[in-house]
């Protein structure tokens, strides 16, 4: 259930009388899946006046969807939006058979990429030798004039389009959906990869320093087929929708034959970017 209460602030010269607010759900498509209006009233000067509640079931809503909730005071120039994202229950985490997840690089994971196998690697802060830290700050935030103080990034760059994110909706930039998954997490550092290596996810540095940051990237390691993410996918799942259908949505995607990464990586230059010690 979807479940909002409507609030609104009003300054304008007079009362408003015998007001009628509509609100509907839309998807990016323009598909409308709920609408309605809230009761008649007058709205009067002041702010945080209650308009009426929104109850809406998105329960058969069958893929990952980004919704948008619109509310207008008819006949009027006053209206709002807000992003929503609706996620299954409990999407598929666990990892097929064809591919092993891990935190760290170690010898079973660099076994598998010699064999010509596929690896999850989602390294935690510990693993990544780098102090970038996530953020969605403005360039009025810049680490330029915070002297260096974190977050040190201002968003993300991603392609929509990817099949890697075909389960996990998202626009070309950062939105809210990407904070929890994001938030106290690294960066990896990708400036000694090859410059034709495209990370799925880019991370969006100051103008200046301007470095190579990846939040997801994927590469041929050996024989085998990796893909890197930050994010923290691992985690209290049961508690993160978010992170819980990220993770559904690589793994669904390393499940495909879709999944054949072009750039070679050799391990040394690999572990530059991810450092795992070895036990």
Not at 54 to 65: F, M, N, R, W, Y
Not at 115 to 144: K, M, Q
Not at 152 to 161: F, N, S, V
Not at 231 to 253: G, N
Request: with cysteine; aromatic share 8%; hydrophobic share 40%.
């Amino acid at each position: 259930m979807f479940e909002a209460e409507a609030l609104i602030a009003h300054f304008g010269p007079t009362t408003r009388t015998n007001a009628t607010v509509t609100w509907r759900i839309d998807d990016a498509d323009g598909t409308t899946y709920a609408s309605g209006s809230l009761p008649t009233q007058d709205i009067p000067i002041g702010s945080g006046i209650a308009l009426g509640r929104i109850e809406v079931a998105l329960s058969e809503i069958p893929t990952p969807k980004h919704l948008v909730l619109h509310l207008k005071v008819e006949d009027s120039p006053y209206k709002n939006q807000w992003s929503l994202w609706v996620y299954p229950v409990a999407p598929e985490i666990e990892a097929p058979p064809n591919v092993h997840v891990t935190e760290k690089l170690d010898d079973i994971a660099v076994e598998i990429l010699q064999r010509g196998g596929s690896v999850l690697l989602l390294p935690t802060n510990e693993s990544i030798p780098n102090d970038v830290a996530f953020g969605f700050t403005t360039p009025f935030w810049s680490t330029a004039w915070t002297s260096g103080q974190p977050p040190h990034t201002m968003g993300l760059l991603c392609d929509p389009a990817h099949p890697a994110l075909a389960r996990f909706p998202t626009s070309f930039h950062s939105s809210w959906q990407w904070w929890e998954v994001t938030h106290g997490r690294k960066c990896l550092l990708i400036d000694s990869l090859p410059n034709e290596l495209e990370p799925i996810v880019t991370v969006i540095d100051d103008w200046f320093t301007n470095r190579r940051l990846a939040l997801a990237f994927e590469a041929r390691v050996d024989a085998g087929r990796l893909l890197v993410c930050s994010a923290d996918l691992h985690t209290d799942l049961e508690q993160r929708p978010v992170a819980r259908q990220l993770r559904s949505s690589l793994l669904s995607y390393m499940r495909q034959p879709a999944f054949a990464p072009t750039t070679q990586l050799d391990l040394m230059t690999l572990r530059c970017v991810v450092d795992t010690p070895q036990a």
